[in-house]
């Protein structure tokens, strides 16, 4: 009787045994793994020289100076060239028409009739666009000094008490 139902799997390795590599191909990485370790050893046992950082840093601080520099100058030779084009732009306007020059004499004018005009229509006292309503005011008026006692006084209502 099969008292334990999966003999066939605990037959097999554990995962971690079936990945390591067997044979001579675990011999050669056995020996890769140990010259890499020893190199990185050999490399670290040495002091680390700082000359090649300095140096680094001297060519990073002439480029950018150059970099500034040449900004600089571009900046310096577009200012110079405004500058020197403003005269150039101030002549090449194109050049006016022959302009006359005319003496011109004061005319004296009389100004009594526009002073008679504007005294007549301030004189009115009623526009002439308002005449019309004036009429009807005439009219109103002529018949009103009977009512004018009479619209302050209070109005009677029909109201059947």
Known sequence: MNTHPNQSRDALP?????LEP?????ADLRNL???VHRAADRQTAQPVPFGW???AKRRQRTSQHRVVLAWSLATACAALFCIGSLPLLRH???PAAEQRVIDVQPVVID???LLEQIDNTVSESVPSSLAPLD????WSSTTSTNTESSLNAPEKKNVAQ
């Open 14 to 18: 554990p995962d971690e045994v079936m």
């Open 22 to 26: 067997a044979g001579q191909f675990a």
């Open 33 to 35: 793994r140990s010259a």
């Open 53 to 55: 950082l300095k140096a």
């Open 92 to 94: 090449a306007a194109p």
């Open 111 to 113: 100004d009594t009739a």
């Open 135 to 138: 009429s009807l005011d005439n």
